[in-house]
């Protein structure tokens, strides 16, 4: 087989099934969206679930992903086995209602025989035994009996409590008898490690009724899921998931840091130099999608990779920082498959600093509090520290207890890990009886989980309010008084407060009684149960307390500001743009607005102008801003538009800006359009395919925008030594010169490269009867090896020529033949393939010239040597 490297491998599946009429999305965020079941994402088809189920359309009958997951559930077997990841992607095909099984493995079977060009003789399928229809089809497509092999319900049969289900057939590969156990009738379902699972293609043809019987679908769909990681460990003939070449680079660069030999499992710390290259692409990838350490749900998953990849940095030596660097890594054989990661690396590697700042200080700190312990267990005449304080050092600390376990061992001491495990049992029980769902709603959702009517919402008319306590949460505990210092949650039967919605930043402010002031630091709501979120700074708050609230003045006028605002750009937009834009997301908050919009392609300059243009000029109308609460009925009637991920009863309330834009919306709002000042878009830009975003300022945040501009106009006039009224000029200037200079170069490298073009003839190896030139340049284009070529082939024939040059960390390789050794059926085209992949890459083009991309440029010359295995 041939040696394929993982993006070569997923960039193959994708453009197999796109021949195959498929609609290649792009992999979905590691966040679920609209999915409380689950943390993060964690297969191909979690986040298709909504096509599958009918709740949503699919943009294609006939699709394929290859989808980002993290799982979780086996983390502390990451690094000790050489198959066992965090992050790994899954490559898949569906179908909703179209194909089916037929077809499902009959493409299967081309893409992995045909393209990737596996040996028929080694590949294996299974079916669920009563499953004869798959057993025929697999017959029919040349696969024999003898290795088509029926298993049970818990092998082959998928289904997830009620609803959609059915039969699956898996692929597998058999890695010959040195794997196996050695028995005659070794096959795949055997626990050895001879054959291994690569493909599943699930059959949903059923639905589980709730009398345990199955009813057939009226229209089957198939998901089907291949690890792109294992696969990759059967095309490179590798055991390990982390000798892949994508995942050994940054193993490899984890090995240049720490100096520590790897042994491929021989030795201890080995397992600490997996960990961590596994938690590196989990940590780039999930930070990338916009989870951030914290101490709870899918942001403490994060946290916990990160440390324990600092962790086992230690334990290999490596002093200080050092994932930023390694990050680096990840990023560079990744970011052509997810640009992502490239755009937003500044703000991932800011994100991984930040939390290994945090840790160096847990691990000083506990450090010190654990040789506290060591000192009293020594007076005592004792050993074994109480499992209490274990627990009071990881979770009051933030203290792995692996590390504790070390550092007492080194004092001869050990840990009561029993007595650990329970403290950690209570503090689940009591977080389950105190709260909903921490780890997915954060505290949010504490305002369902106490039992208080719903909250008098007094905020339109006043910014200043009088409320009774009727709950105060601390922890995650309902109590009767919260004191000084304390943050809790606490529930009023009123409130002035908005709490955060439909796009808007929630107030902030105070609230207070004679003996106690407490800061209003965010509002939620569930159920129209208002959960405000407090700082204790005086005295003691208890319930039954009445306290006064008041509104934080500047940041509810500058939020309704710019959420009036909103409507005004919205409207404008349907205006210059055309009637088909609709919201689809928006962000209002003090300082700025976001305003997400369907449009299928950028806006440009001229429209975007007359935007703002109509904005500023209904703002200078001073139109009278009104809101009326109605049915949703007279709402329709009176034209009013409905905000994006809004729920709305029979009575809503309406927004009517002047009779121009009228919108449901339950945000808060200027009286009179002049109240905003002025409008200014900052930025215009896509977010997803049909989704664009802008950005904008309005009130004294467009003085401040005008006061940043002045300031980068005078740096910029000083870096170019000219007055800030003639930098336009003095910037033209600047760019003529550069593209002259630019000219120049190009003309002496083109100079040079021509007088080097006898010698590298000169120089050439003859293969049979074919002149193979290669070469490596540093900092060349593309451009420049293209017109290198044509100036060979202008003046020779019989000649292949292959070059290649370095920019950076990317490799790129030009093979180009001339017109007479294309009659003898050489295709450049074909042979780039072959030579990228031995630096990683993967290209391809036409007969005559071709091109392709590579990471590592210390295998060009093994790329040269491939191109003459060729012509051989």
Known sequence: ???????????????????????????????????????????????????????????????????????????????????????????????????????????????????????????????????????????????????????????????????????????????????????????????????????????????????????????????????????????????????VDTIRHILDGVVAMSGVKYEDGAAKTDVSIRIITDHLRSMVFMIADGIIPSNEGRGYVLRRLIRRAARHGRILGINGKFLVALSNKVIEVSADAYPELEEKKEYIQKIISVEEEKFAATIDQGTSIIHEYVDELKKDGKTVLAGEKVFKLYDTYGFPLELTEEILQEEGCSADVDGFNDNMQKQKEMARAGRKSADEEGWKNAATAVDVPETLFTGYDHLDDEGEVLAIDVDGQLTDSADIYQNATVYLDKTPFYAEGGGQASDNGFMSTEDCHAKVISVEKSHEVYAHRVLIEKGTLKKGDRVQCGVNLFKRHATARNHTATHLLQKALRDVIGSHVEQAGSSVNENMLRFDFTHFEGVTPEQLSQVEELVNQKITEFLPVKTCETSMKEAQEMGAMALFGEKYGDQVRVVNCGNWSVELCGGTHVENTGQIGALKIVSEAGV?????????????????????????????????????????????????????????????????????????????????????????????NINDLRNLSDDIKASYKGIVMVFATVNGPKVTFLVSITDDLLEKGLHAGNMIKQIAAACGGGGGGKADMAQAGAKDSSKIPDAFKVAEELLS
């Open 1 to 243: 087989m041939e040696k394929l490297g993982l993006n070569q491998i997923r960039q193959m599946f994708r453009d197999f099934y796109v021949s195959k009429d498929h609609y290649a999305a792009k992999s979905a965020s590691l966040i679920p969206q609209n999915d409380k079941s689950l943390l993060i994402i964690n297969s191909g088809m979690a986040p298709l679930k909504p096509y599958f189920a009918g709740i949503e359309t699919p943009p294609a009958k006939r699709m394929t992903t290859c989808q980002k997951c993290i799982r979780t559930g086996d983390i502390d077997n990451v690094g000790i086995t050489a198959r066992h990841g965090t992050f790994f992607e899954m490559l898949g095909n569906f179908s909703f209602g179209d194909y089916f099984k037929e077809e499902s493995l009959r493409w299967g079977w081309e893409f992995i025989t045909q393209c990737l060009k596996m040996p028929e003789e080694k590949i294996w399928a299974t079916v669920y035994y009563d499953d004869d229809e798959a057993v025929e089809i697999w017959k029919k497509i040349g696969v024999p009996e003898e290795r088509i092999v029926r298993l049970g319900k818990e092998d082959n049969f998928w289904e997830i409590g009620l609803g959609p289900c059915g039969p699956c057939s898996e692929i597998y590969f058999d890695r010959g008898p040195e794997y196996g156990c050695g028995k005659p009738d070794c096959k795949p379902g055997c626990d050895c490690d001879r054959y291994l699972e690569f493909w599943n293609h699930v059959f949903t043809q059923f639905s589980k009724e709730e009398d345990g019987s199955y009813t057939p679908l009226e229209h089957p769909n198939i998901d089907t899921g291949m690890g792109l990681e294992r696969m990759a460990c059967i095309m490179q003939g590798v055991d390990s998931i982390f000798d």
């Open 688 to 780: 997803a395919s049909g989704v664009r975003r802008i950005e904008a300022v309005t009130g004294t945040g467009v003085l401040l925008k005008t006061i940043e501009a002045e300031d980068t106009i005078r740096q910029i006039a000083e870096a170019l030594k000219s007055n800030p009224s003639a930098v336009a000029q003095k910037a033209v200037s600047v760019v003529e010169e550069l593209k002259d200079t630019k000219k120049e170069l190009e003309d002496f490298k083109k100079a040079a490269m021509g007088s080097e073009v006898d010698d590298m003839v000169e120089a050439a190896k003859v293969v049979g009867d074919i002149k193979l030139v290669t070469k490596e340049f540093k900092d060349y």
